[in-house]
Nanobody, 128 residues
Framework: QLQLVESGGGLVQPGGSLRLSCAAF????????IGWFRQVPGRDREGLSC????????RYSDSVKGRFTISGDSAVSTVYLEMRNPQPEDTAVYYC?????????????????????WGQGTPVTVSS
């Protein structure tokens, strides 16, 4: 059973840094696109970043470009989201998700409905 497990969320001060992890179980990362999303109560789920392994590609939303970095380590089947200079508006529950990379035409996408497998989410609170 394909499974994704997020970790690393918590309380971080504005301007600090935080690294989220998305561990993949029972599937090979290189065959999937992994996306990071976040959701605040009452709002739609927002796509932040995604990555594919082969061929390698990444994509970022305008809201996090230049502040967040996505990376993957196939040896441990984990995708990371490095958050730099987080701000209070980044407070949300963060989710990772996976979709079959063969369904892509070009780079990975940030549309949540395209992703089939989802983790349980990890909450991030940015506050002083």
């Amino acid at each position: 059973q394909l499974q994704l497990v997020e970790s690393g969320g918590g309380l971080v001060q504005p301007g600090g840094s935080l690294r989220l992890s998305c561990a993949a179980f029972d599937f090979t990362l290189q065959y999937y696109a992994i996306g990071w999303f976040r959701q605040v109560p009452g709002r739609d789920r927002e796509g932040l970043s995604c990555i594919t392994g082969s061929p390698s590609s990444t994509r970022y939303s305008d809201s996090v470009k230049g502040r967040f970095t996505i990376s993957g380590d196939s040896a441990v089947s984990t995708v990371y989201l490095e958050m730099r200079n987080p701000q209070p508006e980044d407070t949300a529950v963060y989710y990772c998700a996976a979709m079959d990379a063969e369904l892509l035409i070009g780079r990975c996408v940030l549309t949540s409905r395209e992703y089939e497998y989802w983790g349980q989410g990890t909450p991030v609170t940015v506050s002083s």
